[in-house]
Every structure is written in C-alpha cells, then in structure tokens.
C-alpha cells in the first residue's frame, strides 16, 4: 500500500498534467469558435495559469529530491569520515 506522501505526489502529478492538456484544449478550441483564428485573452490567462501550476508541480519537486539526494550524500560521506578518523 502506497504510503500518503505518495498519494500526495501521483495527485500533484495527475493534476498538474490534467492542468496542462486542458491549458492546451482551450487554447486550440479558441481558434474554432468564433471569431475563427482569434484566441480571447481569458483562454491565453488559463494557458499560463496551467502551464505556472504544472512547471511549480514539476520543478518544485525535481529541485527538492536533488537536494535531498546531495545532503543524504553528503551526510553518508561525512559520517564515513568520521569513522575513518578524518575530518
């Protein structure tokens, strides 16, 4: 069984790829209602809303597991030092 940090993840996830097929739908569906070819403002204002929300989704969670990662790292070569009689 996932544990919920996970569920929380594959959400974020779910949610911000949904966010930005949708983004992408409207936009295209505002050259094919009329005026045909004119994209109204609100439509472009909803792309980038849903593009921000899913690049935060992403980036957000890529910078912090990168640095996660680093201090675990770090942490790991430290205490080895210390061991080995280092510093």
Do not use: H
Request: proline share 2%; hydrophobic share 40%.
């Amino acid at each position: 069984m996932k544990n919920s940090k996970d569920k929380r993840d594959t959400a974020a996830y779910i949610t911000a790829i949904f966010a930005f097929v949708c983004g992408w739908g409207l936009t295209i569906a505002g050259f094919c209602v009329p005026p045909t070819g004119e994209v109204s403002g609100s439509v472009l204002a909803v792309l980038g809303e849903a593009m921000v929300y899913a690049a935060s989704v992403f980036g957000v969670t890529m910078y912090f597991r990168n640095q996660m990662e680093q201090f675990r790292t770090d942490t790991r070569k430290y205490i080895n030092d210390m061991e080995n009689g280092q510093e």
